[in-house]
Every structure is written in C-alpha cells, then in structure tokens.
C-alpha cells in the first residue's frame, strides 16, 4: 500500500495511505506535542460560526464520539491504518510506555525501599503482583498479567542477551507466576511460607497472596499451617508453585505453642487502672467491664467482681489451663451488675416504648442478637437464660426472679 508524506509547519511529515489523501487534503495540517507523543490536528469551523478543530488519526480511523484511536507504535505522525485501531481508554492506557523517572527500565516494576525488592504493579488501580529479587523477574510478571488482562494492547516489557533465544517474552512466565515463586521472606519467624503468628488468635495463622490476601485459618502447629497454604498454592499456581517443606522446631515454634496452650496473653498495660486480666473501665456506662478472648462478659460494680467474671468464663473455656486473676474467688456462676438506665432489673432486658413490650437481646458472637418480644419482664429475662446458656454454657450469666418493681408497672 502507497504512503503519502503530508509537510508539517515544523518541518517535520505525516503518514497516512494514499487512498486517504482525499480526506486530509482540505485541511491545513499542524504538529500538536502532547507529552511524548506528537499528533497532527487541523483548525476547523463549525457550523455555527465557532472554531474547532479535528486529530488527523480520528478522521483517517473514522472514530466514532466516545472511542479512542491507538498508535501502535506510539508515533502520532504515523497515521496509516495499519498502525491505527479503535479502543477505549483502559487499552490505550494498556500500550502506554515505561514514564521517564521509572527506575527500574520496566514498565510496572517499581523498587520498595523497605523490603529492598522489586514489586510488579499493573493497572490505573496499581494492583500488587508481588516482589522479586530483580526488576527482571518482576518484569515478567508484569507481561504475564498484562497479556491475560489486555491481551494485544498491552505493551510489555522487552528483554535483552537475559532472555532464552528464540522464546517469546509473552510466554516466558505463566499468567500468575507472578504470585508464586517467592520464598519466605527473611524476618518470618515460622519458617514457612504464608505462615505467621497472630498473637490475638494464639496460633499460626496461613493465609495466601493472589492480587489480595485470603485467610486460610488458624492452626496450632505451624507445619498444619503450613500444609494448608501448600494446597491453596497448588490450587491456585499448579506447577509453578513454591509448597512448603518440613522444617525443624524451633524453641521459638516451642515457646508459641505453650503460650497457645495456655493462653498467656501480653502482661498487663501500664495504663491498666484494674490490674485484672480480662478487665477496663467503661468511661460511658462508668463501670467495670469483663471480657475474654474479644467476647464481652458484662458490666460490674467494682473491679474485683469483673475479674471473677472473667475468672469463671476463663475457667470454662481453658479448664486447668486458665491463667486466672489471683485474689479473686472462683465462681462458675457470677451476677453481673446491670446498667443504671436499665428499668426491668434483668440483663439483656428493656422497655420498647414504641410496641409496649419488654424487649429482648444479647450479645452472642459479638454481635447483638434480637430475641422477641414479651408482655412480662420475667417472660423475657427466661428468654435471655436460653439464649444464654446455649451460647456460653456454664459461662453464662443467668437472671434470677425479682420482686415486680414499681418500674416495671410503670412501664
């Protein structure tokens, strides 16, 4: 196909094919610098009176309103259709070259000054393919995720005397190896990949990077842990994925399962004002509150009676194993202190004053749980006894028939 040179101001040509000379010939043609790029645009007159003006590559690809026009080869004088086709922005973006002040060579390779490797990013949204020992390795990554998410737009990363002769670099790493050959990093202490410890769950936790983090659970032993996050990995990289082997114990990996065993937890805040375990003031119902492992045990008086809370629900989940307040008598059984606003005299019970009727609800799971409706107060204190024992067994917090105060008839 014939290419005709149209003359710019600035001295520099245009491309286009000859059969489009008949569109660009009434126009008279200037050089319009846009960053890196130059593009070809002439002034126009709409039909109204006002001046406009249209991009050579538009006319030629005969773009409709809303679409874009790609370059391939990035040059925007070159506009003969074998190097224009129609996009939308997040593929143009897509063919986009590596910006000036990038440090690695690579487009989406960036350094990570704190963990000392190279990270590869893709997207307007930045989405994380990992970090590499080299900018290479996270480069081809980059391709990799690039030709699945874009396909012929994206613009990859070209390698030199580094690659394999005779292999294309869209296919030297598998579409998400970019997430699986990485070794641990140096500062993780189990000693297995996607294996660390949560010292508020008291045990080894796995989880797995695939663009985003995904918990796989807790387990007591970091090797349990470990074989979980080799299944996940091979579920989700095949053959390129980096499984865990057995590693030695270590007295750390000792050390961490006693203190799951016994559910030690840090030693007590300085700015603990009760000196219990398991016990804080709450400013806003100003009384002591009890609570064991993130689940609220009640509201009490004094700090002592919160700590024998604490004590008894403690007893109860661990056995002989509970670390237990000292100075506090043991009880299964203790009766918390109620809300000074609360007018029935039973926990987890109130006044609905839009239905008229005795409300029901507790706090199960660390969520507030709705339990009914009642006429009677007592009715419904037996309503939260259920629910409570079910939820906590000998653990819970049981009312106890009072007297009808002259606030519940009121009510």
């Not at 809303?66 to 074998?82: K, L, M, P, S, T």
């Not at 299944?231 to 050390?255: C, I, S």
Request: proline share 3%.
């Amino acid at each position: 196909m014939t290419t005709v040179e149209i003359p710019l101001p600035c001295g520099r040509v245009t491309l286009i094919d000859e059969h489009n000379w008949c569109l660009a010939e009434p126009y008279a043609w200037y050089a319009l610098t846009s960053k890196k790029t130059i593009y070809v645009r002439a002034n126009t007159r709409k039909a109204d009176g006002r001046r406009g003006h249209i991009m050579l590559h538009r006319l030629v690809a005969d773009a409709p309103a809303g679409v874009q026009v790609d370059h391939i080869n990035h040059d925007g004088r070159d506009n003969r259709e074998a190097n224009l086709r129609l996009c939308n922005n997040m593929q143009n973006s897509a063919n986009r070259r590596t910006f000036v002040n990038n440090r690695s060579g690579y487009k989406g390779v960036s350094w990570g000054e704190r963990e000392r490797k190279w990270f590869a990013h893709i997207g307007g949204d930045r989405r994380s393919l990992g970090c590499f020992a080299t900018a290479w390795e996270a480069a081809q990554a980059y391709n990799a995720a690039a030709i699945e998410r874009w396909g012929e737009f994206a613009q990859l990363n070209v390698f030199g005397e580094e690659v394999e002769a005779g292999r294309d670099p869209r296919f030297l790493i598998a579409t998400r190896i970019a997430y699986a050959d990485q070794t641990p990093r140096s500062n993780n202490t189990s000693g297995y990949k996607g294996v660390s410890w949560d010292i508020t769950k008291n045990g080894w936790v796995a989880q797995i990077n695939a663009g985003r983090h995904s918990s796989l659970g807790v387990f007591a032993d970091p090797w349990e842990a470990a074989q979980a996050y080799n299944v996940a990995a091979r579920a989700t990289f095949g053959e390129f994925a980096w499984l865990n082997e057995r590693q030695p114990e270590t007295d750390y990996h000792r050390a961490m399962a006693e203190a799951a065993r016994l559910n030690r937890a840090p030693r007590l805040r300085v700015d603990n004002s009760s000196g219990y375990r398991g016990v804080s003031w709450h400013s806003g119902h100003k009384l002591w509150t009890a609570s064991v492992q993130g689940r609220h045990l009640g509201s009490f008086d004094t700090a002592p009676e919160a700590a024998q809370a604490y004590n008894a629900a403690a007893f109860a989940l661990w056995g002989d194993d509970a670390q237990l307040n000292e100075g506090v008598p043991h009880s299964p059984i203790v009766q918390k202190a109620l809300i000074r606003s609360n007018t029935s005299g039973y926990r987890g019970v109130s006044w609905h004053k839009r239905t008229g009727k005795w409300a029901v609800s507790a706090k199960i799971g660390g969520r507030q749980k709705h339990l009914g409706l009642f006429d009677d107060p007592w009715e419904a204190a037996q309503a939260y006894n259920v629910a409570a024992r079910a939820a906590f067994g000998e653990a819970a917090y049981i009312n106890e028939r009072l007297p009808e105060s002259a606030e519940q008839v009121s009510a």
